[in-house]
């Protein structure tokens, strides 16, 4: 997969996928990044990239004869992405789709937001990490992506972990342990020890959907649901 990043701060990329898995996956060539730095499309001197809102309002918006020039010179295929508060949001099958691109634009605005004009224009697909603001999309590009790339082939060691993690198939993931055996005076669950792969297995579900309808009702109600399709 090839990635784009379209931002004023490249010098913050790769930041944490440079490291553990998403990082091995970048040195073997599973994944591949470029950072372009948006100010290089600047008309001025100065690199300005943005400018007063109009009808007057708070912070600045991002220029779009800026960004657009940005967007010509190195978009030409697959997905263009804004992130933004107002998208669609980050779920895990969301993720699946995005894998199995071939490439991924992605804009990382600032300031009060982008020209809505921008938008319009190159149909950009906007997404959602969480209902809540942060500084700039940069870190919410590297939270997508985190969960993006761990999905392509090779970059986990072991693919079956994947079927079992939260959001696979709607249902929070089961409580894990490890040695030693007691610590604390807490044991693990005997079932886990028993070595019965299909009481362990059917003791995850349990697990599973109890935590699941406990703690994200929402989802327990999705996981119904596709069982009565």
């Given at each position: 997969?090839?990635?784009k990043i379209?931002?004023?701060f490249p010098e913050i990329f790769p930041g944490f996928l440079g490291y553990s898995l998403t990082g091995k996956a970048l040195k073997e060539g599973i994944w591949s990044l470029d950072a372009i730095n948006i100010r290089d499309y600047a008309f001025d001197k100065h690199g300005s990239v943005d400018d007063t809102h109009c009808g007057g309002g708070a912070?600045?918006?991002m220029r779009p004869d800026v960004l657009g020039a940005a967007i010509k010179a190195n978009y030409h295929h697959g997905r263009?992405?804004?992130m933004s508060p107002r998208g669609r949001q980050l779920t895990q099958s969301y993720a699946h789709e995005l894998?199995?691109?071939k490439?991924?634009?992605i804009i990382c605005g600032r300031f009060e937001g982008i020209d809505q004009r921008v938008l319009d224009a190159y149909n950009v697909e906007e997404v959602s990490i969480g209902d809540y603001i942060l500084t700039g999309g940069e870190q919410g590009a590297?939270?997508?992506l985190d969960a993006v790339i761990r999905l392509l082939p090779g970059v986990l060691g072991n693919s079956e972990s994947l079927g079992d993690e939260s959001f696979e198939n709607s249902l929070l993931e089961h409580p894990q342990y490890t040695r030693p055996i007691c610590w604390e005076g807490r044991e693990v669950p005997e079932v886990l020890l028993s070595g019965h792969h299909a009481k362990i297995a059917e003791w995850r579900k349990a697990q599973s959907l109890e935590i699941t309808e406990?703690?994200?009702p929402d989802l327990m109600k999705k996981y119904l649901d596709s069982k009565r399709v």
């Amino acid at each position: 997969m090839k990635v784009k990043i379209l931002t004023i701060f490249p010098e913050i990329f790769p930041g944490f996928l440079g490291y553990s898995l998403t990082g091995k996956a970048l040195k073997e060539g599973i994944w591949s990044l470029d950072a372009i730095n948006i100010r290089d499309y600047a008309f001025d001197k100065h690199g300005s990239v943005d400018d007063t809102h109009c009808g007057g309002g708070a912070g600045m918006v991002m220029r779009p004869d800026v960004l657009g020039a940005a967007i010509k010179a190195n978009y030409h295929h697959g997905r263009l992405i804004y992130m933004s508060p107002r998208g669609r949001q980050l779920t895990q099958s969301y993720a699946h789709e995005l894998s199995r691109e071939k490439e991924l634009t992605i804009i990382c605005g600032r300031f009060e937001g982008i020209d809505q004009r921008v938008l319009d224009a190159y149909n950009v697909e906007e997404v959602s990490i969480g209902d809540y603001i942060l500084t700039g999309g940069e870190q919410g590009a590297q939270i997508m992506l985190d969960a993006v790339i761990r999905l392509l082939p090779g970059v986990l060691g072991n693919s079956e972990s994947l079927g079992d993690e939260s959001f696979e198939n709607s249902l929070l993931e089961h409580p894990q342990y490890t040695r030693p055996i007691c610590w604390e005076g807490r044991e693990v669950p005997e079932v886990l020890l028993s070595g019965h792969h299909a009481k362990i297995a059917e003791w995850r579900k349990a697990q599973s959907l109890e935590i699941t309808e406990k703690r994200r009702p929402d989802l327990m109600k999705k996981y119904l649901d596709s069982k009565r399709v």
